[in-house]
């Protein structure tokens, strides 16, 4: 399994879940197909910057750590750098093709930017569709990606 993938679907499920210990990501990561190992899921803790912040209950739950800036981490530049594997335009639509599981992450990213000019994105399994307010504005989205690659 493909770390960077790996690594986006862990951010996905914290992000979407209360998980308070690596076991509990651990089954989180079974039952979406990925089985790994209490090492790899330390490792990977490490390399995302995860935190403990309060959860429900007086629980504490993984999270993903706070971005003062434009939200985006050099973590996230590089999943997005990993993942894309084309960028192409229609009019004032951008279609990110990625790696499979992808998506959401390099969505996520585009999202995290906070351009102006962006007024959407939606993200399958291997493709993000951006839609733009216009058709310069997608060129100008598109060299903001760029950039980051």
Do not use: W
């Not at 770390?3 to 308070?20: A, F, G, P, T, W």
């Not at 993984?62 to 050099?74: I, L, N």
Request: aromatic share 2%; with cysteine.
């Amino acid at each position: 399994m493909n770390r960077n993938i790996r690594q986006s679907k862990i951010l996905d499920l914290i992000e979407k879940n209360e998980i308070e210990t690596q076991e509990d990501l651990g089954a989180h990561l079974q039952r979406v197909g990925l089985v790994v190992t209490q090492a790899t899921i330390s490792r990977d803790i490490k390399e995302l910057g995860l935190v403990k912040t309060a959860g429900k209950d007086k629980k504490y739950k993984y999270s993903a750590p706070v971005q003062h800036d434009s939200g985006v981490s050099g973590k996230m530049i590089n999943l997005f750098r990993a993942a894309l594997i084309n960028m192409d335009s229609a009019g004032n639509i951008i279609v990110l093709k990625t790696l499979i599981g992808s998506a959401n992450a390099a969505g996520n990213l585009v999202d995290k930017l906070g351009v102006a000019d962006v007024l959407g994105c939606v993200a399958g399994d291997d493709t993000v569709i951006v839609v733009t307010r216009g058709e310069a504005a997608a060129g100008k989205v598109m060299s903001r990606l760029r950039e980051l690659l």
